[in-house]
Every structure is written in structure tokens, then in C-alpha cells.
């Protein structure tokens, strides 16, 4: 029997969580309040006119093409980014892992573009993919592959998939290098023993042991490719050609602050926050449990 | 009516003790007037120069020019800012938010009410009547103080027309003589020899208001908020379905939305763009050839075709503090002396000449034509002489648009042209989809703005 330990008196520990308290009153509840009650009204832009419309908005918008759209691409994205920012980042941690000249070099430049803004992430990636100014996008052009993100929908989104997933590669990567070594050695020299040509090993050891770091890492890239994108899609693309690239995020944006309509992008963004805490509480329920420790 | 009253006694009373409160405001200090703008450098400049002009010309007032962000990020900042009651006393509002901020009556001064009020005087009867248009009441009142108006043209180089055996002194009047010069150009070596920036503005807005049929009903939505678009007709179908095919040809190419297409003539990608008439400063800068200016072209089996063409740019509305109003006589007669300075000839002439935007007044125009400024910038007279043809006489048609949510339409509007360039519809769906799509749009707002 587990023996609990119970302070005495609600004064101190109440005092202690008051900033934490605080905090997330202020910067969540009081927002998320404020959402929740304008997704259900319609206003104008300057708040002069506003009535009560109930859940009208919820219903214009999951009856909205363009937002089943904007869903679709969002899964499409967030999946794309999640495996290609994983994958790559588990390549480059195990052979960074290696006993290589230089490894520490290579460690430091890989986890460098983390500390890249998104914003400035997309530019780098505009100044490669455009197709007058860009030096990959005029090789293109040049060898009669027609290359042009800005009316082509299917271009669009490679490109921002791409830049966002090189985005938090690096992120990744410092969380499976420490993964990795964090593996035992004897086990893997047990294998090698054995006969386990490093393939095998990596397969059979070093994937199951990292498992309980990909599924934080999936967790954290699915979330990051929902909400943290916006700058990458904001700079190179503001959602387009035709809409091809707007993500739920990104259309809240669009509604809400190019449009001005209140209500819909209340809507949109209390159905998002909905989701979020729909994925957390799977995360902790459901997929947890059948990781392997 | 009872209300009404109390709640101006409540801002007299809160101007008398902001008064009473501020004894340095009586003695001299400048009262500041805030002013928000979205242009950037190097015109951002120009504009603060202009009210730094005003702030040397007298001590009573200060004009605070700052920048916001663009025209729509100063939008929001300025709506975003009158909720929080610290709205501007004065901002600059792109012409298509002119519809929104009209609906907002208790968040804006009207301009003819503002000169009403304090006794200021400017005379709008010289104002250019395209301009005076697009930014008054139905029935003429004022309702917000133009300030730097556009509108567009075409640019070619003369350079590849010399190169593809076409006179560079004549750029083709007609939309089929364009479509002949492009294949000219492309037979040359030209890849794609058209573009065009702000493709909605461009292609829907100016081309209706050109060949005068209807943006919208109700007159392009000056009477009232229940007007539908009409843009689905036949001949804006022609047009952009003849876009649609001269892309496929390669002979026209989509530079992207709003003004991305703009580098594409001066880089010398382009032969023939269609673009603001402020494009001209960065052509000048930017372009290692001779080029030319000239007006849109149009059908000429179009009945009413050419008329004059509409402005873009943007205007300067004086606003309230807050949804409780909240300023004192003192600051709207700053706000209305500002105006009026901006609209002096001399003042107005030389942003006319610095920026390329069009002059304010008529008058202003030939007092500028007569001091040979247009020998020296061949050109720079051709954005108002199209503002001028058909006579100088607006229809329903070619005063301007006025409709809600117009930000977004123009976004739909560009989002549909973009399925059709890549080859998902044609000219018949894009127009369909886009009147759907922005009817749903003109139904929100007038429901949202209904008292």
C-alpha cells in the first residue's frame, strides 16, 4: 500500500501555484473564454452591431467546402511534415551518432536551423524555389520542367511541406541523438557478437528503444505542423495558388484577421482547440500505453 | 433620442474635464493628432514629409505620421484599436475598405460632416470626378479625404518591340492587337511577353468599369448593402476566357496576386505588364531599357467602350476614439486643418509630381501640365488622361465599386482565376464560382452590418 504525502494547509501550496495559476488564466482561459463566446455571435468589424446567433457560425462553417478543403489539407501537410522531418532526422542522428572525425562539427551545424524563425526559414527556401530569383527554381525552368509554385497547387504544397519538415529537423534530431545514446552499448555489442550486421541492429534494438522518442517527437511534430506553419505558409505562399495550401490555422488567419469575419474565425479556431485537446487526451488514453519503455 | 443627448453631455463632460485636466493643451502645447498610414518606403516617407510640412506651417496641431503595416494590417491595427477606444484620429484606408468603413457609421467622422462641424473649407468640386466618386455618399456628400489615388495602365518595352518589328510609339489600342503584338514578342524570343499585377483589379474591376457593364447591381453597390456581384456576364467571359486561352499559349502569364507580377517588365521577364500607375517609380529604378507608357486597352465592338478607368490607392478617414465616441472639438478641427492642407494646390501638386499618384484637383492637373513637368516624364500624364476619356463623365459603371467585404471578393475573385490558369475550369465556372463565393460574402456582411 502506497503511503500518501498529504500537507497540512491550502495557504502555502495555493500560493505557490498562483503564478503558474495565473499565467495560464491570463494567457489561456480568459482567450479561449473570449473565443468561445465570440463563435457565437456575429459582429462587424468594429463590434458596433453584434447578435446572438447560437451555434449558426459552427454550422456555416462545417457546411463550408472551402473549410473541408482547408481540413484536408491540413492532414495531408501535418502527415507529410511529421514523417519527412522524423525520418530525415533519425538518418542524420544515427550516422551523426557514429564515431566520425569531426562528429561534433556536424552536430552543431544540424541543430542550427532550429534557431532559424519560420518567417526567415520560408525566405531561405524563396530564394532557392522561385521561379525568376531562385537558384533551384530557375535550374528547373531551365531544363524545360515547368516550375512554378505560385500557380501550380501540387508545387505549392511540396514546397511548403518541405521547408516546414527542414524546419524541425533539427529539433528532432537533438532528441534522437539523445536517444540514442541513451541506448546501452553492451546490448548493441551483444548483438554485434551475435552476428547482427548493423541494419539488423538498428532495426531490432535501436528502433524499439527509441520508440517512447518518436512517438513524443510524432506528438510534437503534428502539433507543430498544425499551428507553428503559419509563417512558413504566410511568407511563400498566403495559402495559395487557389487555396491549395491553406491549412486550418491558416484560414483562421484569413477569416479572422484578413476578412474580419469574427464569428466564422471564432468558430474555426474553437473547433481547432477542440481537436488539440481531442489528440492530447488520445495521446495520454490511448497510444501511451503501447509504447514500448 | 434621450440616449443620444445623455451621451453627448457624457463627452462633453469628458472633453471639458480632459481640458481642465490638460491646462498645458490652453497654453500652447500642440494638440497631437495620430495618423496611420500603410505605405512604405520610399513613399512612406513622402507622406510623413508632407505632414511634417503641416506641423512646421502652425503650432496648434501636431500630426503624428506612423507607419502600421500595409493597407490591410493598418486596417485591422485601426479597428482593432477603436475597440480597445484608441483608435486613430486619422487613417489611411485602401479604396476597397471604403465600403466597410462607411457601414461603421458610429466609428468614422464623414468628411462633409467633419468641415460642417468646424467651420474648415475645402472645395471638392475640383476634385477630379473619378476620384470625388469613388469616395462619396450617393447623393455627394464627402465621405473621406482622397489622398493618394491611382490607377493603371499598361508599360511595355519599347526595346522588344523594336526587336519584334512593332512600332514603339504605338502601343496597340485593342485587346486583339495586344493578343497579335504578344505573338509578335514571342516569335521574337520572348517566353511569356504579358502579365499583369492586381489581376482582379486589372481584369474585372478596370475592364467592367472600361467597356461600362456592371461590377455589381445596385450600381456597383452604391445604393445600398443588398447588391449582387454581375460579373457574370458575357463579356467579361470573352475577356477572361481569351486570358485563359493566351496563357495556355504562352503568351500571357500569371504573376501572382495583388502587385507580385510587379518585377516581372522592369527584370525584362516581360514585355507587355498591366499594373498601378504608381508602378512608374519602380520602373524608372529598376528597368535597363526604353519603355512606354499607355491606357488599358479594350473591345472595340463594345458598344460604351473606352470609358475612363477607376482608382485604387486609398483615402484618409477621421475616426472616432471609440465605440463611445470620445474627441474634442479641438482635435477634429486639428483633423480638418490637416485635410485642408493636404488639399492646398501647391501641396497637393507636389505629391502629384514626387509620387506619380494622380493630382487631386483638375485645376491642380493643369497647373502642373502647364509648368512642362509632362514634357520632362513622358508619361506621367497618360494615368489621368484614361482617368479623363469618354469624356471625363462617369456612369454607374465607371464611378468605382462599393461593396462589402471587397478585400475578400478580390481574394476570391484571384483564387478562381488561379484554378482556371492551371487548367481546372474555364472562364464560364471561374465567373460562377466567384459571383457564388462572393455573394456569400456581400450576405454576411450586410447581415452583420444590419442595426
Redesign the interface.
Given at each position: 500500500m502506497r503511503k500518501a504525502v498529504i500537507f497540512k494547509g491550502k495557504l502555502l501550496p495555493l500560493l505557490l501555484m498562483l503564478p503558474q495559476l495565473v499565467i495560464t488564466g491570463i494567457f489561456f482561459f480568459w482567450p479561449a473564454g473570449q473565443a468561445i463566446w465570440s463563435s457565437l455571435l456575429r459582429e462587424d468589424a468594429f463590434g458596433l452591431n453584434r447578435s446572438f446567433v447560437g451555434l449558426e457560425n459552427f454550422a456555416e462553417v462545417v457546411a463550408d467546402p472551402t473549410w473541408r478543403d482547408a481540413a484536408a489539407n491540413t492532414a495531408l501537410f501535418s502527415f507529410s511534415v511529421a514523417v519527412l522531418a522524423l525520418a530525415a532526422a533519425l538518418l542524420l542522428a544515427v550516422q551523426a551518432d557514429k564515431a566520425i572525425r569531426g562528429s561534433g562539427a556536424y552536430k552543431t551545424l544540424l541543430i542550427w536551423p532550429y534557431a532559424v524563425a519560420p518567417a526567415i526559414a520560408a525566405v531561405l527556401w524563396l530564394f532557392l524555389f522561385h521561379p525568376q530569383i531562385g537558384l533551384i527554381g530557375r535550374a528547373l525552368n531551365a531544363a524545360q520542367l515547368a516550375w512554378d509554385y505560385r500557380l501550380n497547387g501540387g508545387q505549392a504544397m511540396t514546397l511548403v511541406i518541405i521547408a516546414s519538415a527542414w524546419k524541425q529537423v533539427s529539433y528532432n534530431f537533438i532528441f534522437f541523438l539523445a536517444g540514442l545514446q541513451s541506448i546501452p552499448r553492451a546490448v548493441l555489442e551483444a548483438a554485434s557478437i551475435d552476428g547482427a550486421r548493423p541494419m539488423r541492429r538498428f532495426w531490432t534494438i535501436i528502433f524499439p528503444l527509441l520508440s517512447p522518442t518518436s512517438f513524443f517527437l510524432l506528438t510534437v511534430n503534428l502539433v507543430y505542423a498544425f499551428f507553428d506553419t503559419f509563417g512558413v505558409i504566410h511568407a511563400l505562399t498566403q495559402g495559395g495558388p487557389a487555396k491549395a495550401t491553406e491549412t486550418l490555422i491558416y484560414k483562421v488567419y484569413v477569416d479572422g484577421v484578413e476578412n474580419l469575419n469574427l464569428g466564422a474565425s471564432a468558430a474555426q479556431s474553437v473547433i481547432l482547440m477542440a481537436i488539440v485537446i481531442a489528440v492530447t487526451a488520445a495521446q495520454f488514453r490511448l497510444i501511451e500505453r503501447k509504447v514500448h519503455y | 433620442m434621450l440616449r443620444r443627448t445623455l451621451a453627448k453631455g457624457a463627452i462633453g463632460l469628458t472633453t471639458a474635464a480632459m481640458v481642465a485636466g490638460r491646462p498645458a493643451a490652453a497654453q500652447g502645447a500642440p494638440v497631437e493628432i495620430q495618423f496611420w498610414h500603410g505605405l512604405t518606403q520610399p513613399l512612406g516617407g513622402m507622406l510623413e514629409q508632407v505632414a511634417a510640412g503641416f506641423n512646421e506651417s502652425q503650432q496648434r496641431y501636431r500630426v503624428n505620421a506612423s507607419y502600421r503595416g500595409g493597407y490591410?494590417e493598418t486596417m485591422?491595427a485601426a479597428?482593432a484599436a477603436?475597440?480597445a477606444n484608441n483608435a486613430p484620429h486619422i487613417v489611411q484606408m485602401f479604396e476597397v475598405g471604403t465600403a466597410?468603413m462607411m457601414?461603421?457609421s458610429?466609428?468614422t467622422k464623414p468628411v462633409w460632416e467633419l468641415l460642417q462641424q468646424t467651420g474648415v473649407k475645402i472645395d471638392f468640386e475640383d476634385v477630379l470626378a473619378g476620384v470625388r466618386g469613388y469616395y462619396s455618399l450617393p447623393d455627394g456628400r464627402m465621405a473621406s479625404m482622397p489622398f493618394n489615388s491611382s490607377t493603371s495602365v499598361s508599360f511595355y518595352n519599347k526595346d522588344a518591340f523594336r526587336k519584334a518589328g512593332l512600332d514603339p510609339e504605338a502601343f496597340p489600342r485593342t485587346w486583339p492587337a495586344v493578343a497579335e503584338a504578344a505573338r509578335k514578342l514571342k516569335a521574337a524570343g520572348i517566353a511569356t511577353p504579358m502579365t499583369t499585377s492586381w489581376p482582379t483589379w486589372l481584369m474585372v474591376e478596370q475592364f467592367s468599369a472600361i467597356h461600362d457593364i456592371p461590377l455589381a447591381t445596385k450600381g456597383n453597390g452604391f445604393g445600398g448593402l443588398d447588391a449582387e456581384l454581375a460579373i457574370n456576364n458575357p463579356v467579361l467571359a470573352r475577356h477572361l476566357q481569351n486570358l485563359i486561352d493566351w496563357h495556355k499559349e504562352g503568351l500571357f502569364r500569371?504573376?501572382?496576386?495583388d502587385n507580385?507580377a510587379d518585377?516581372?517588365l522592369p527584370?525584362g521577364?516581360c514585355a507587355i505588364t498591366f499594373a498601378s500607375s504608381g508602378t512608374r517609380a519602380r520602373i524608372l529604378r529598376e528597368a535597363k531599357f526604353d519603355w512606354g507608357t499607355a491606357m488599358l486597352p479594350y473591345y472595340d465592338d463594345v458598344p460604351k467602350a473606352p470609358l475612363n478607368s477607376i482608382i485604387g490607392g486609398a483615402s484618409l478617414w477621421a475616426m472616432n476614439k471609440g465605440?463611445s465616441g470620445g474627441r474634442s472639438e479641438e482635435e477634429w478641427k486639428g483633423v480638418a486643418e490637416f485635410f485642408a492642407w493636404l488639399a492646398k494646390p501647391d501641396v497637393a501638386a507636389k505629391w502629384h509630381m514626387d509620387t506619380g499618384y494622380l493630382p487631386l484637383t483638375r485645376s491642380g492637373y493643369e497647373q502642373v501640365k502647364a509648368s512642362g513637368f509632362y514634357k520632362q516624364n513622358v508619361g506621367a500624364d497618360v494615368p489621368i488622361e484614361q482617368m479623363l476619356r469618354g469624356g471625363g463623365v462617369l456612369t454607374e459603371n465607371s464611378r468605382g465599386v462599393r461593396l462589402g467585404?471587397f478585400?475578400?471578393i478580390r481574394?476570391i475573385i484571384?483564387?478562381?482565376m488561379?484554378?482556371a490558369?492551371?487548367g481546372?475550369q474555364d472562364a464560364k465556372a471561374l465567373l460562377e464560382n466567384a459571383t457564388r463565393r462572393g455573394n456569400v460574402?456581400l450576405r454576411?456582411f450586410e447581415?452583420?452590418?444590419?442595426?
Open positions: - | 490591410s485591422v479597428i477603436f475597440r466597410t457601414a461603421a458610429r466609428a500569371y504573376g501572382g496576386r507580385a518585377g516581372l527584370a521577364e465605440p467585404g478585400p475578400e481574394n484571384q483564387e478562381e488561379e484554378r490558369f492551371q481546372q460574402v454576411n447581415r452583420a452590418n444590419r442595426a
